[in-house]
């Protein structure tokens, strides 16, 4: 599974949008929405993203898990 498509499950499994995700991680909303349909991130924007989902970049770059668990 791709980065984006994980990023997006974690933001929906928070119950968070991508303004609100935007908001605490500091990541621009449209490149979020560009993560999320298949723009590869920056080590930068996959670390604030990550922290804010509280999960690892391990998780996002799938080498930690393969599916978000509910």
């Known amino acids: 599974m791709k980065a984006g ?31 999320e349909h298949g723009t590869t991130p920056t080590w930068d924007n996959m670390k604030k993203l990550a922290i804010t989902l509280n999960i690892s970049v391990g998780d996002l770059l799938g080498t930690e898990t393969q599916e978000v668990k509910n």
């Open 5 to 35: 498509e994980l990023i997006k499950q974690y933001r929906i499994k928070l119950s968070m949008s991508q303004v609100v995700l935007a908001d605490k991680s500091g990541v621009p909303q449209s490149t979020i929405s560009a993560i």
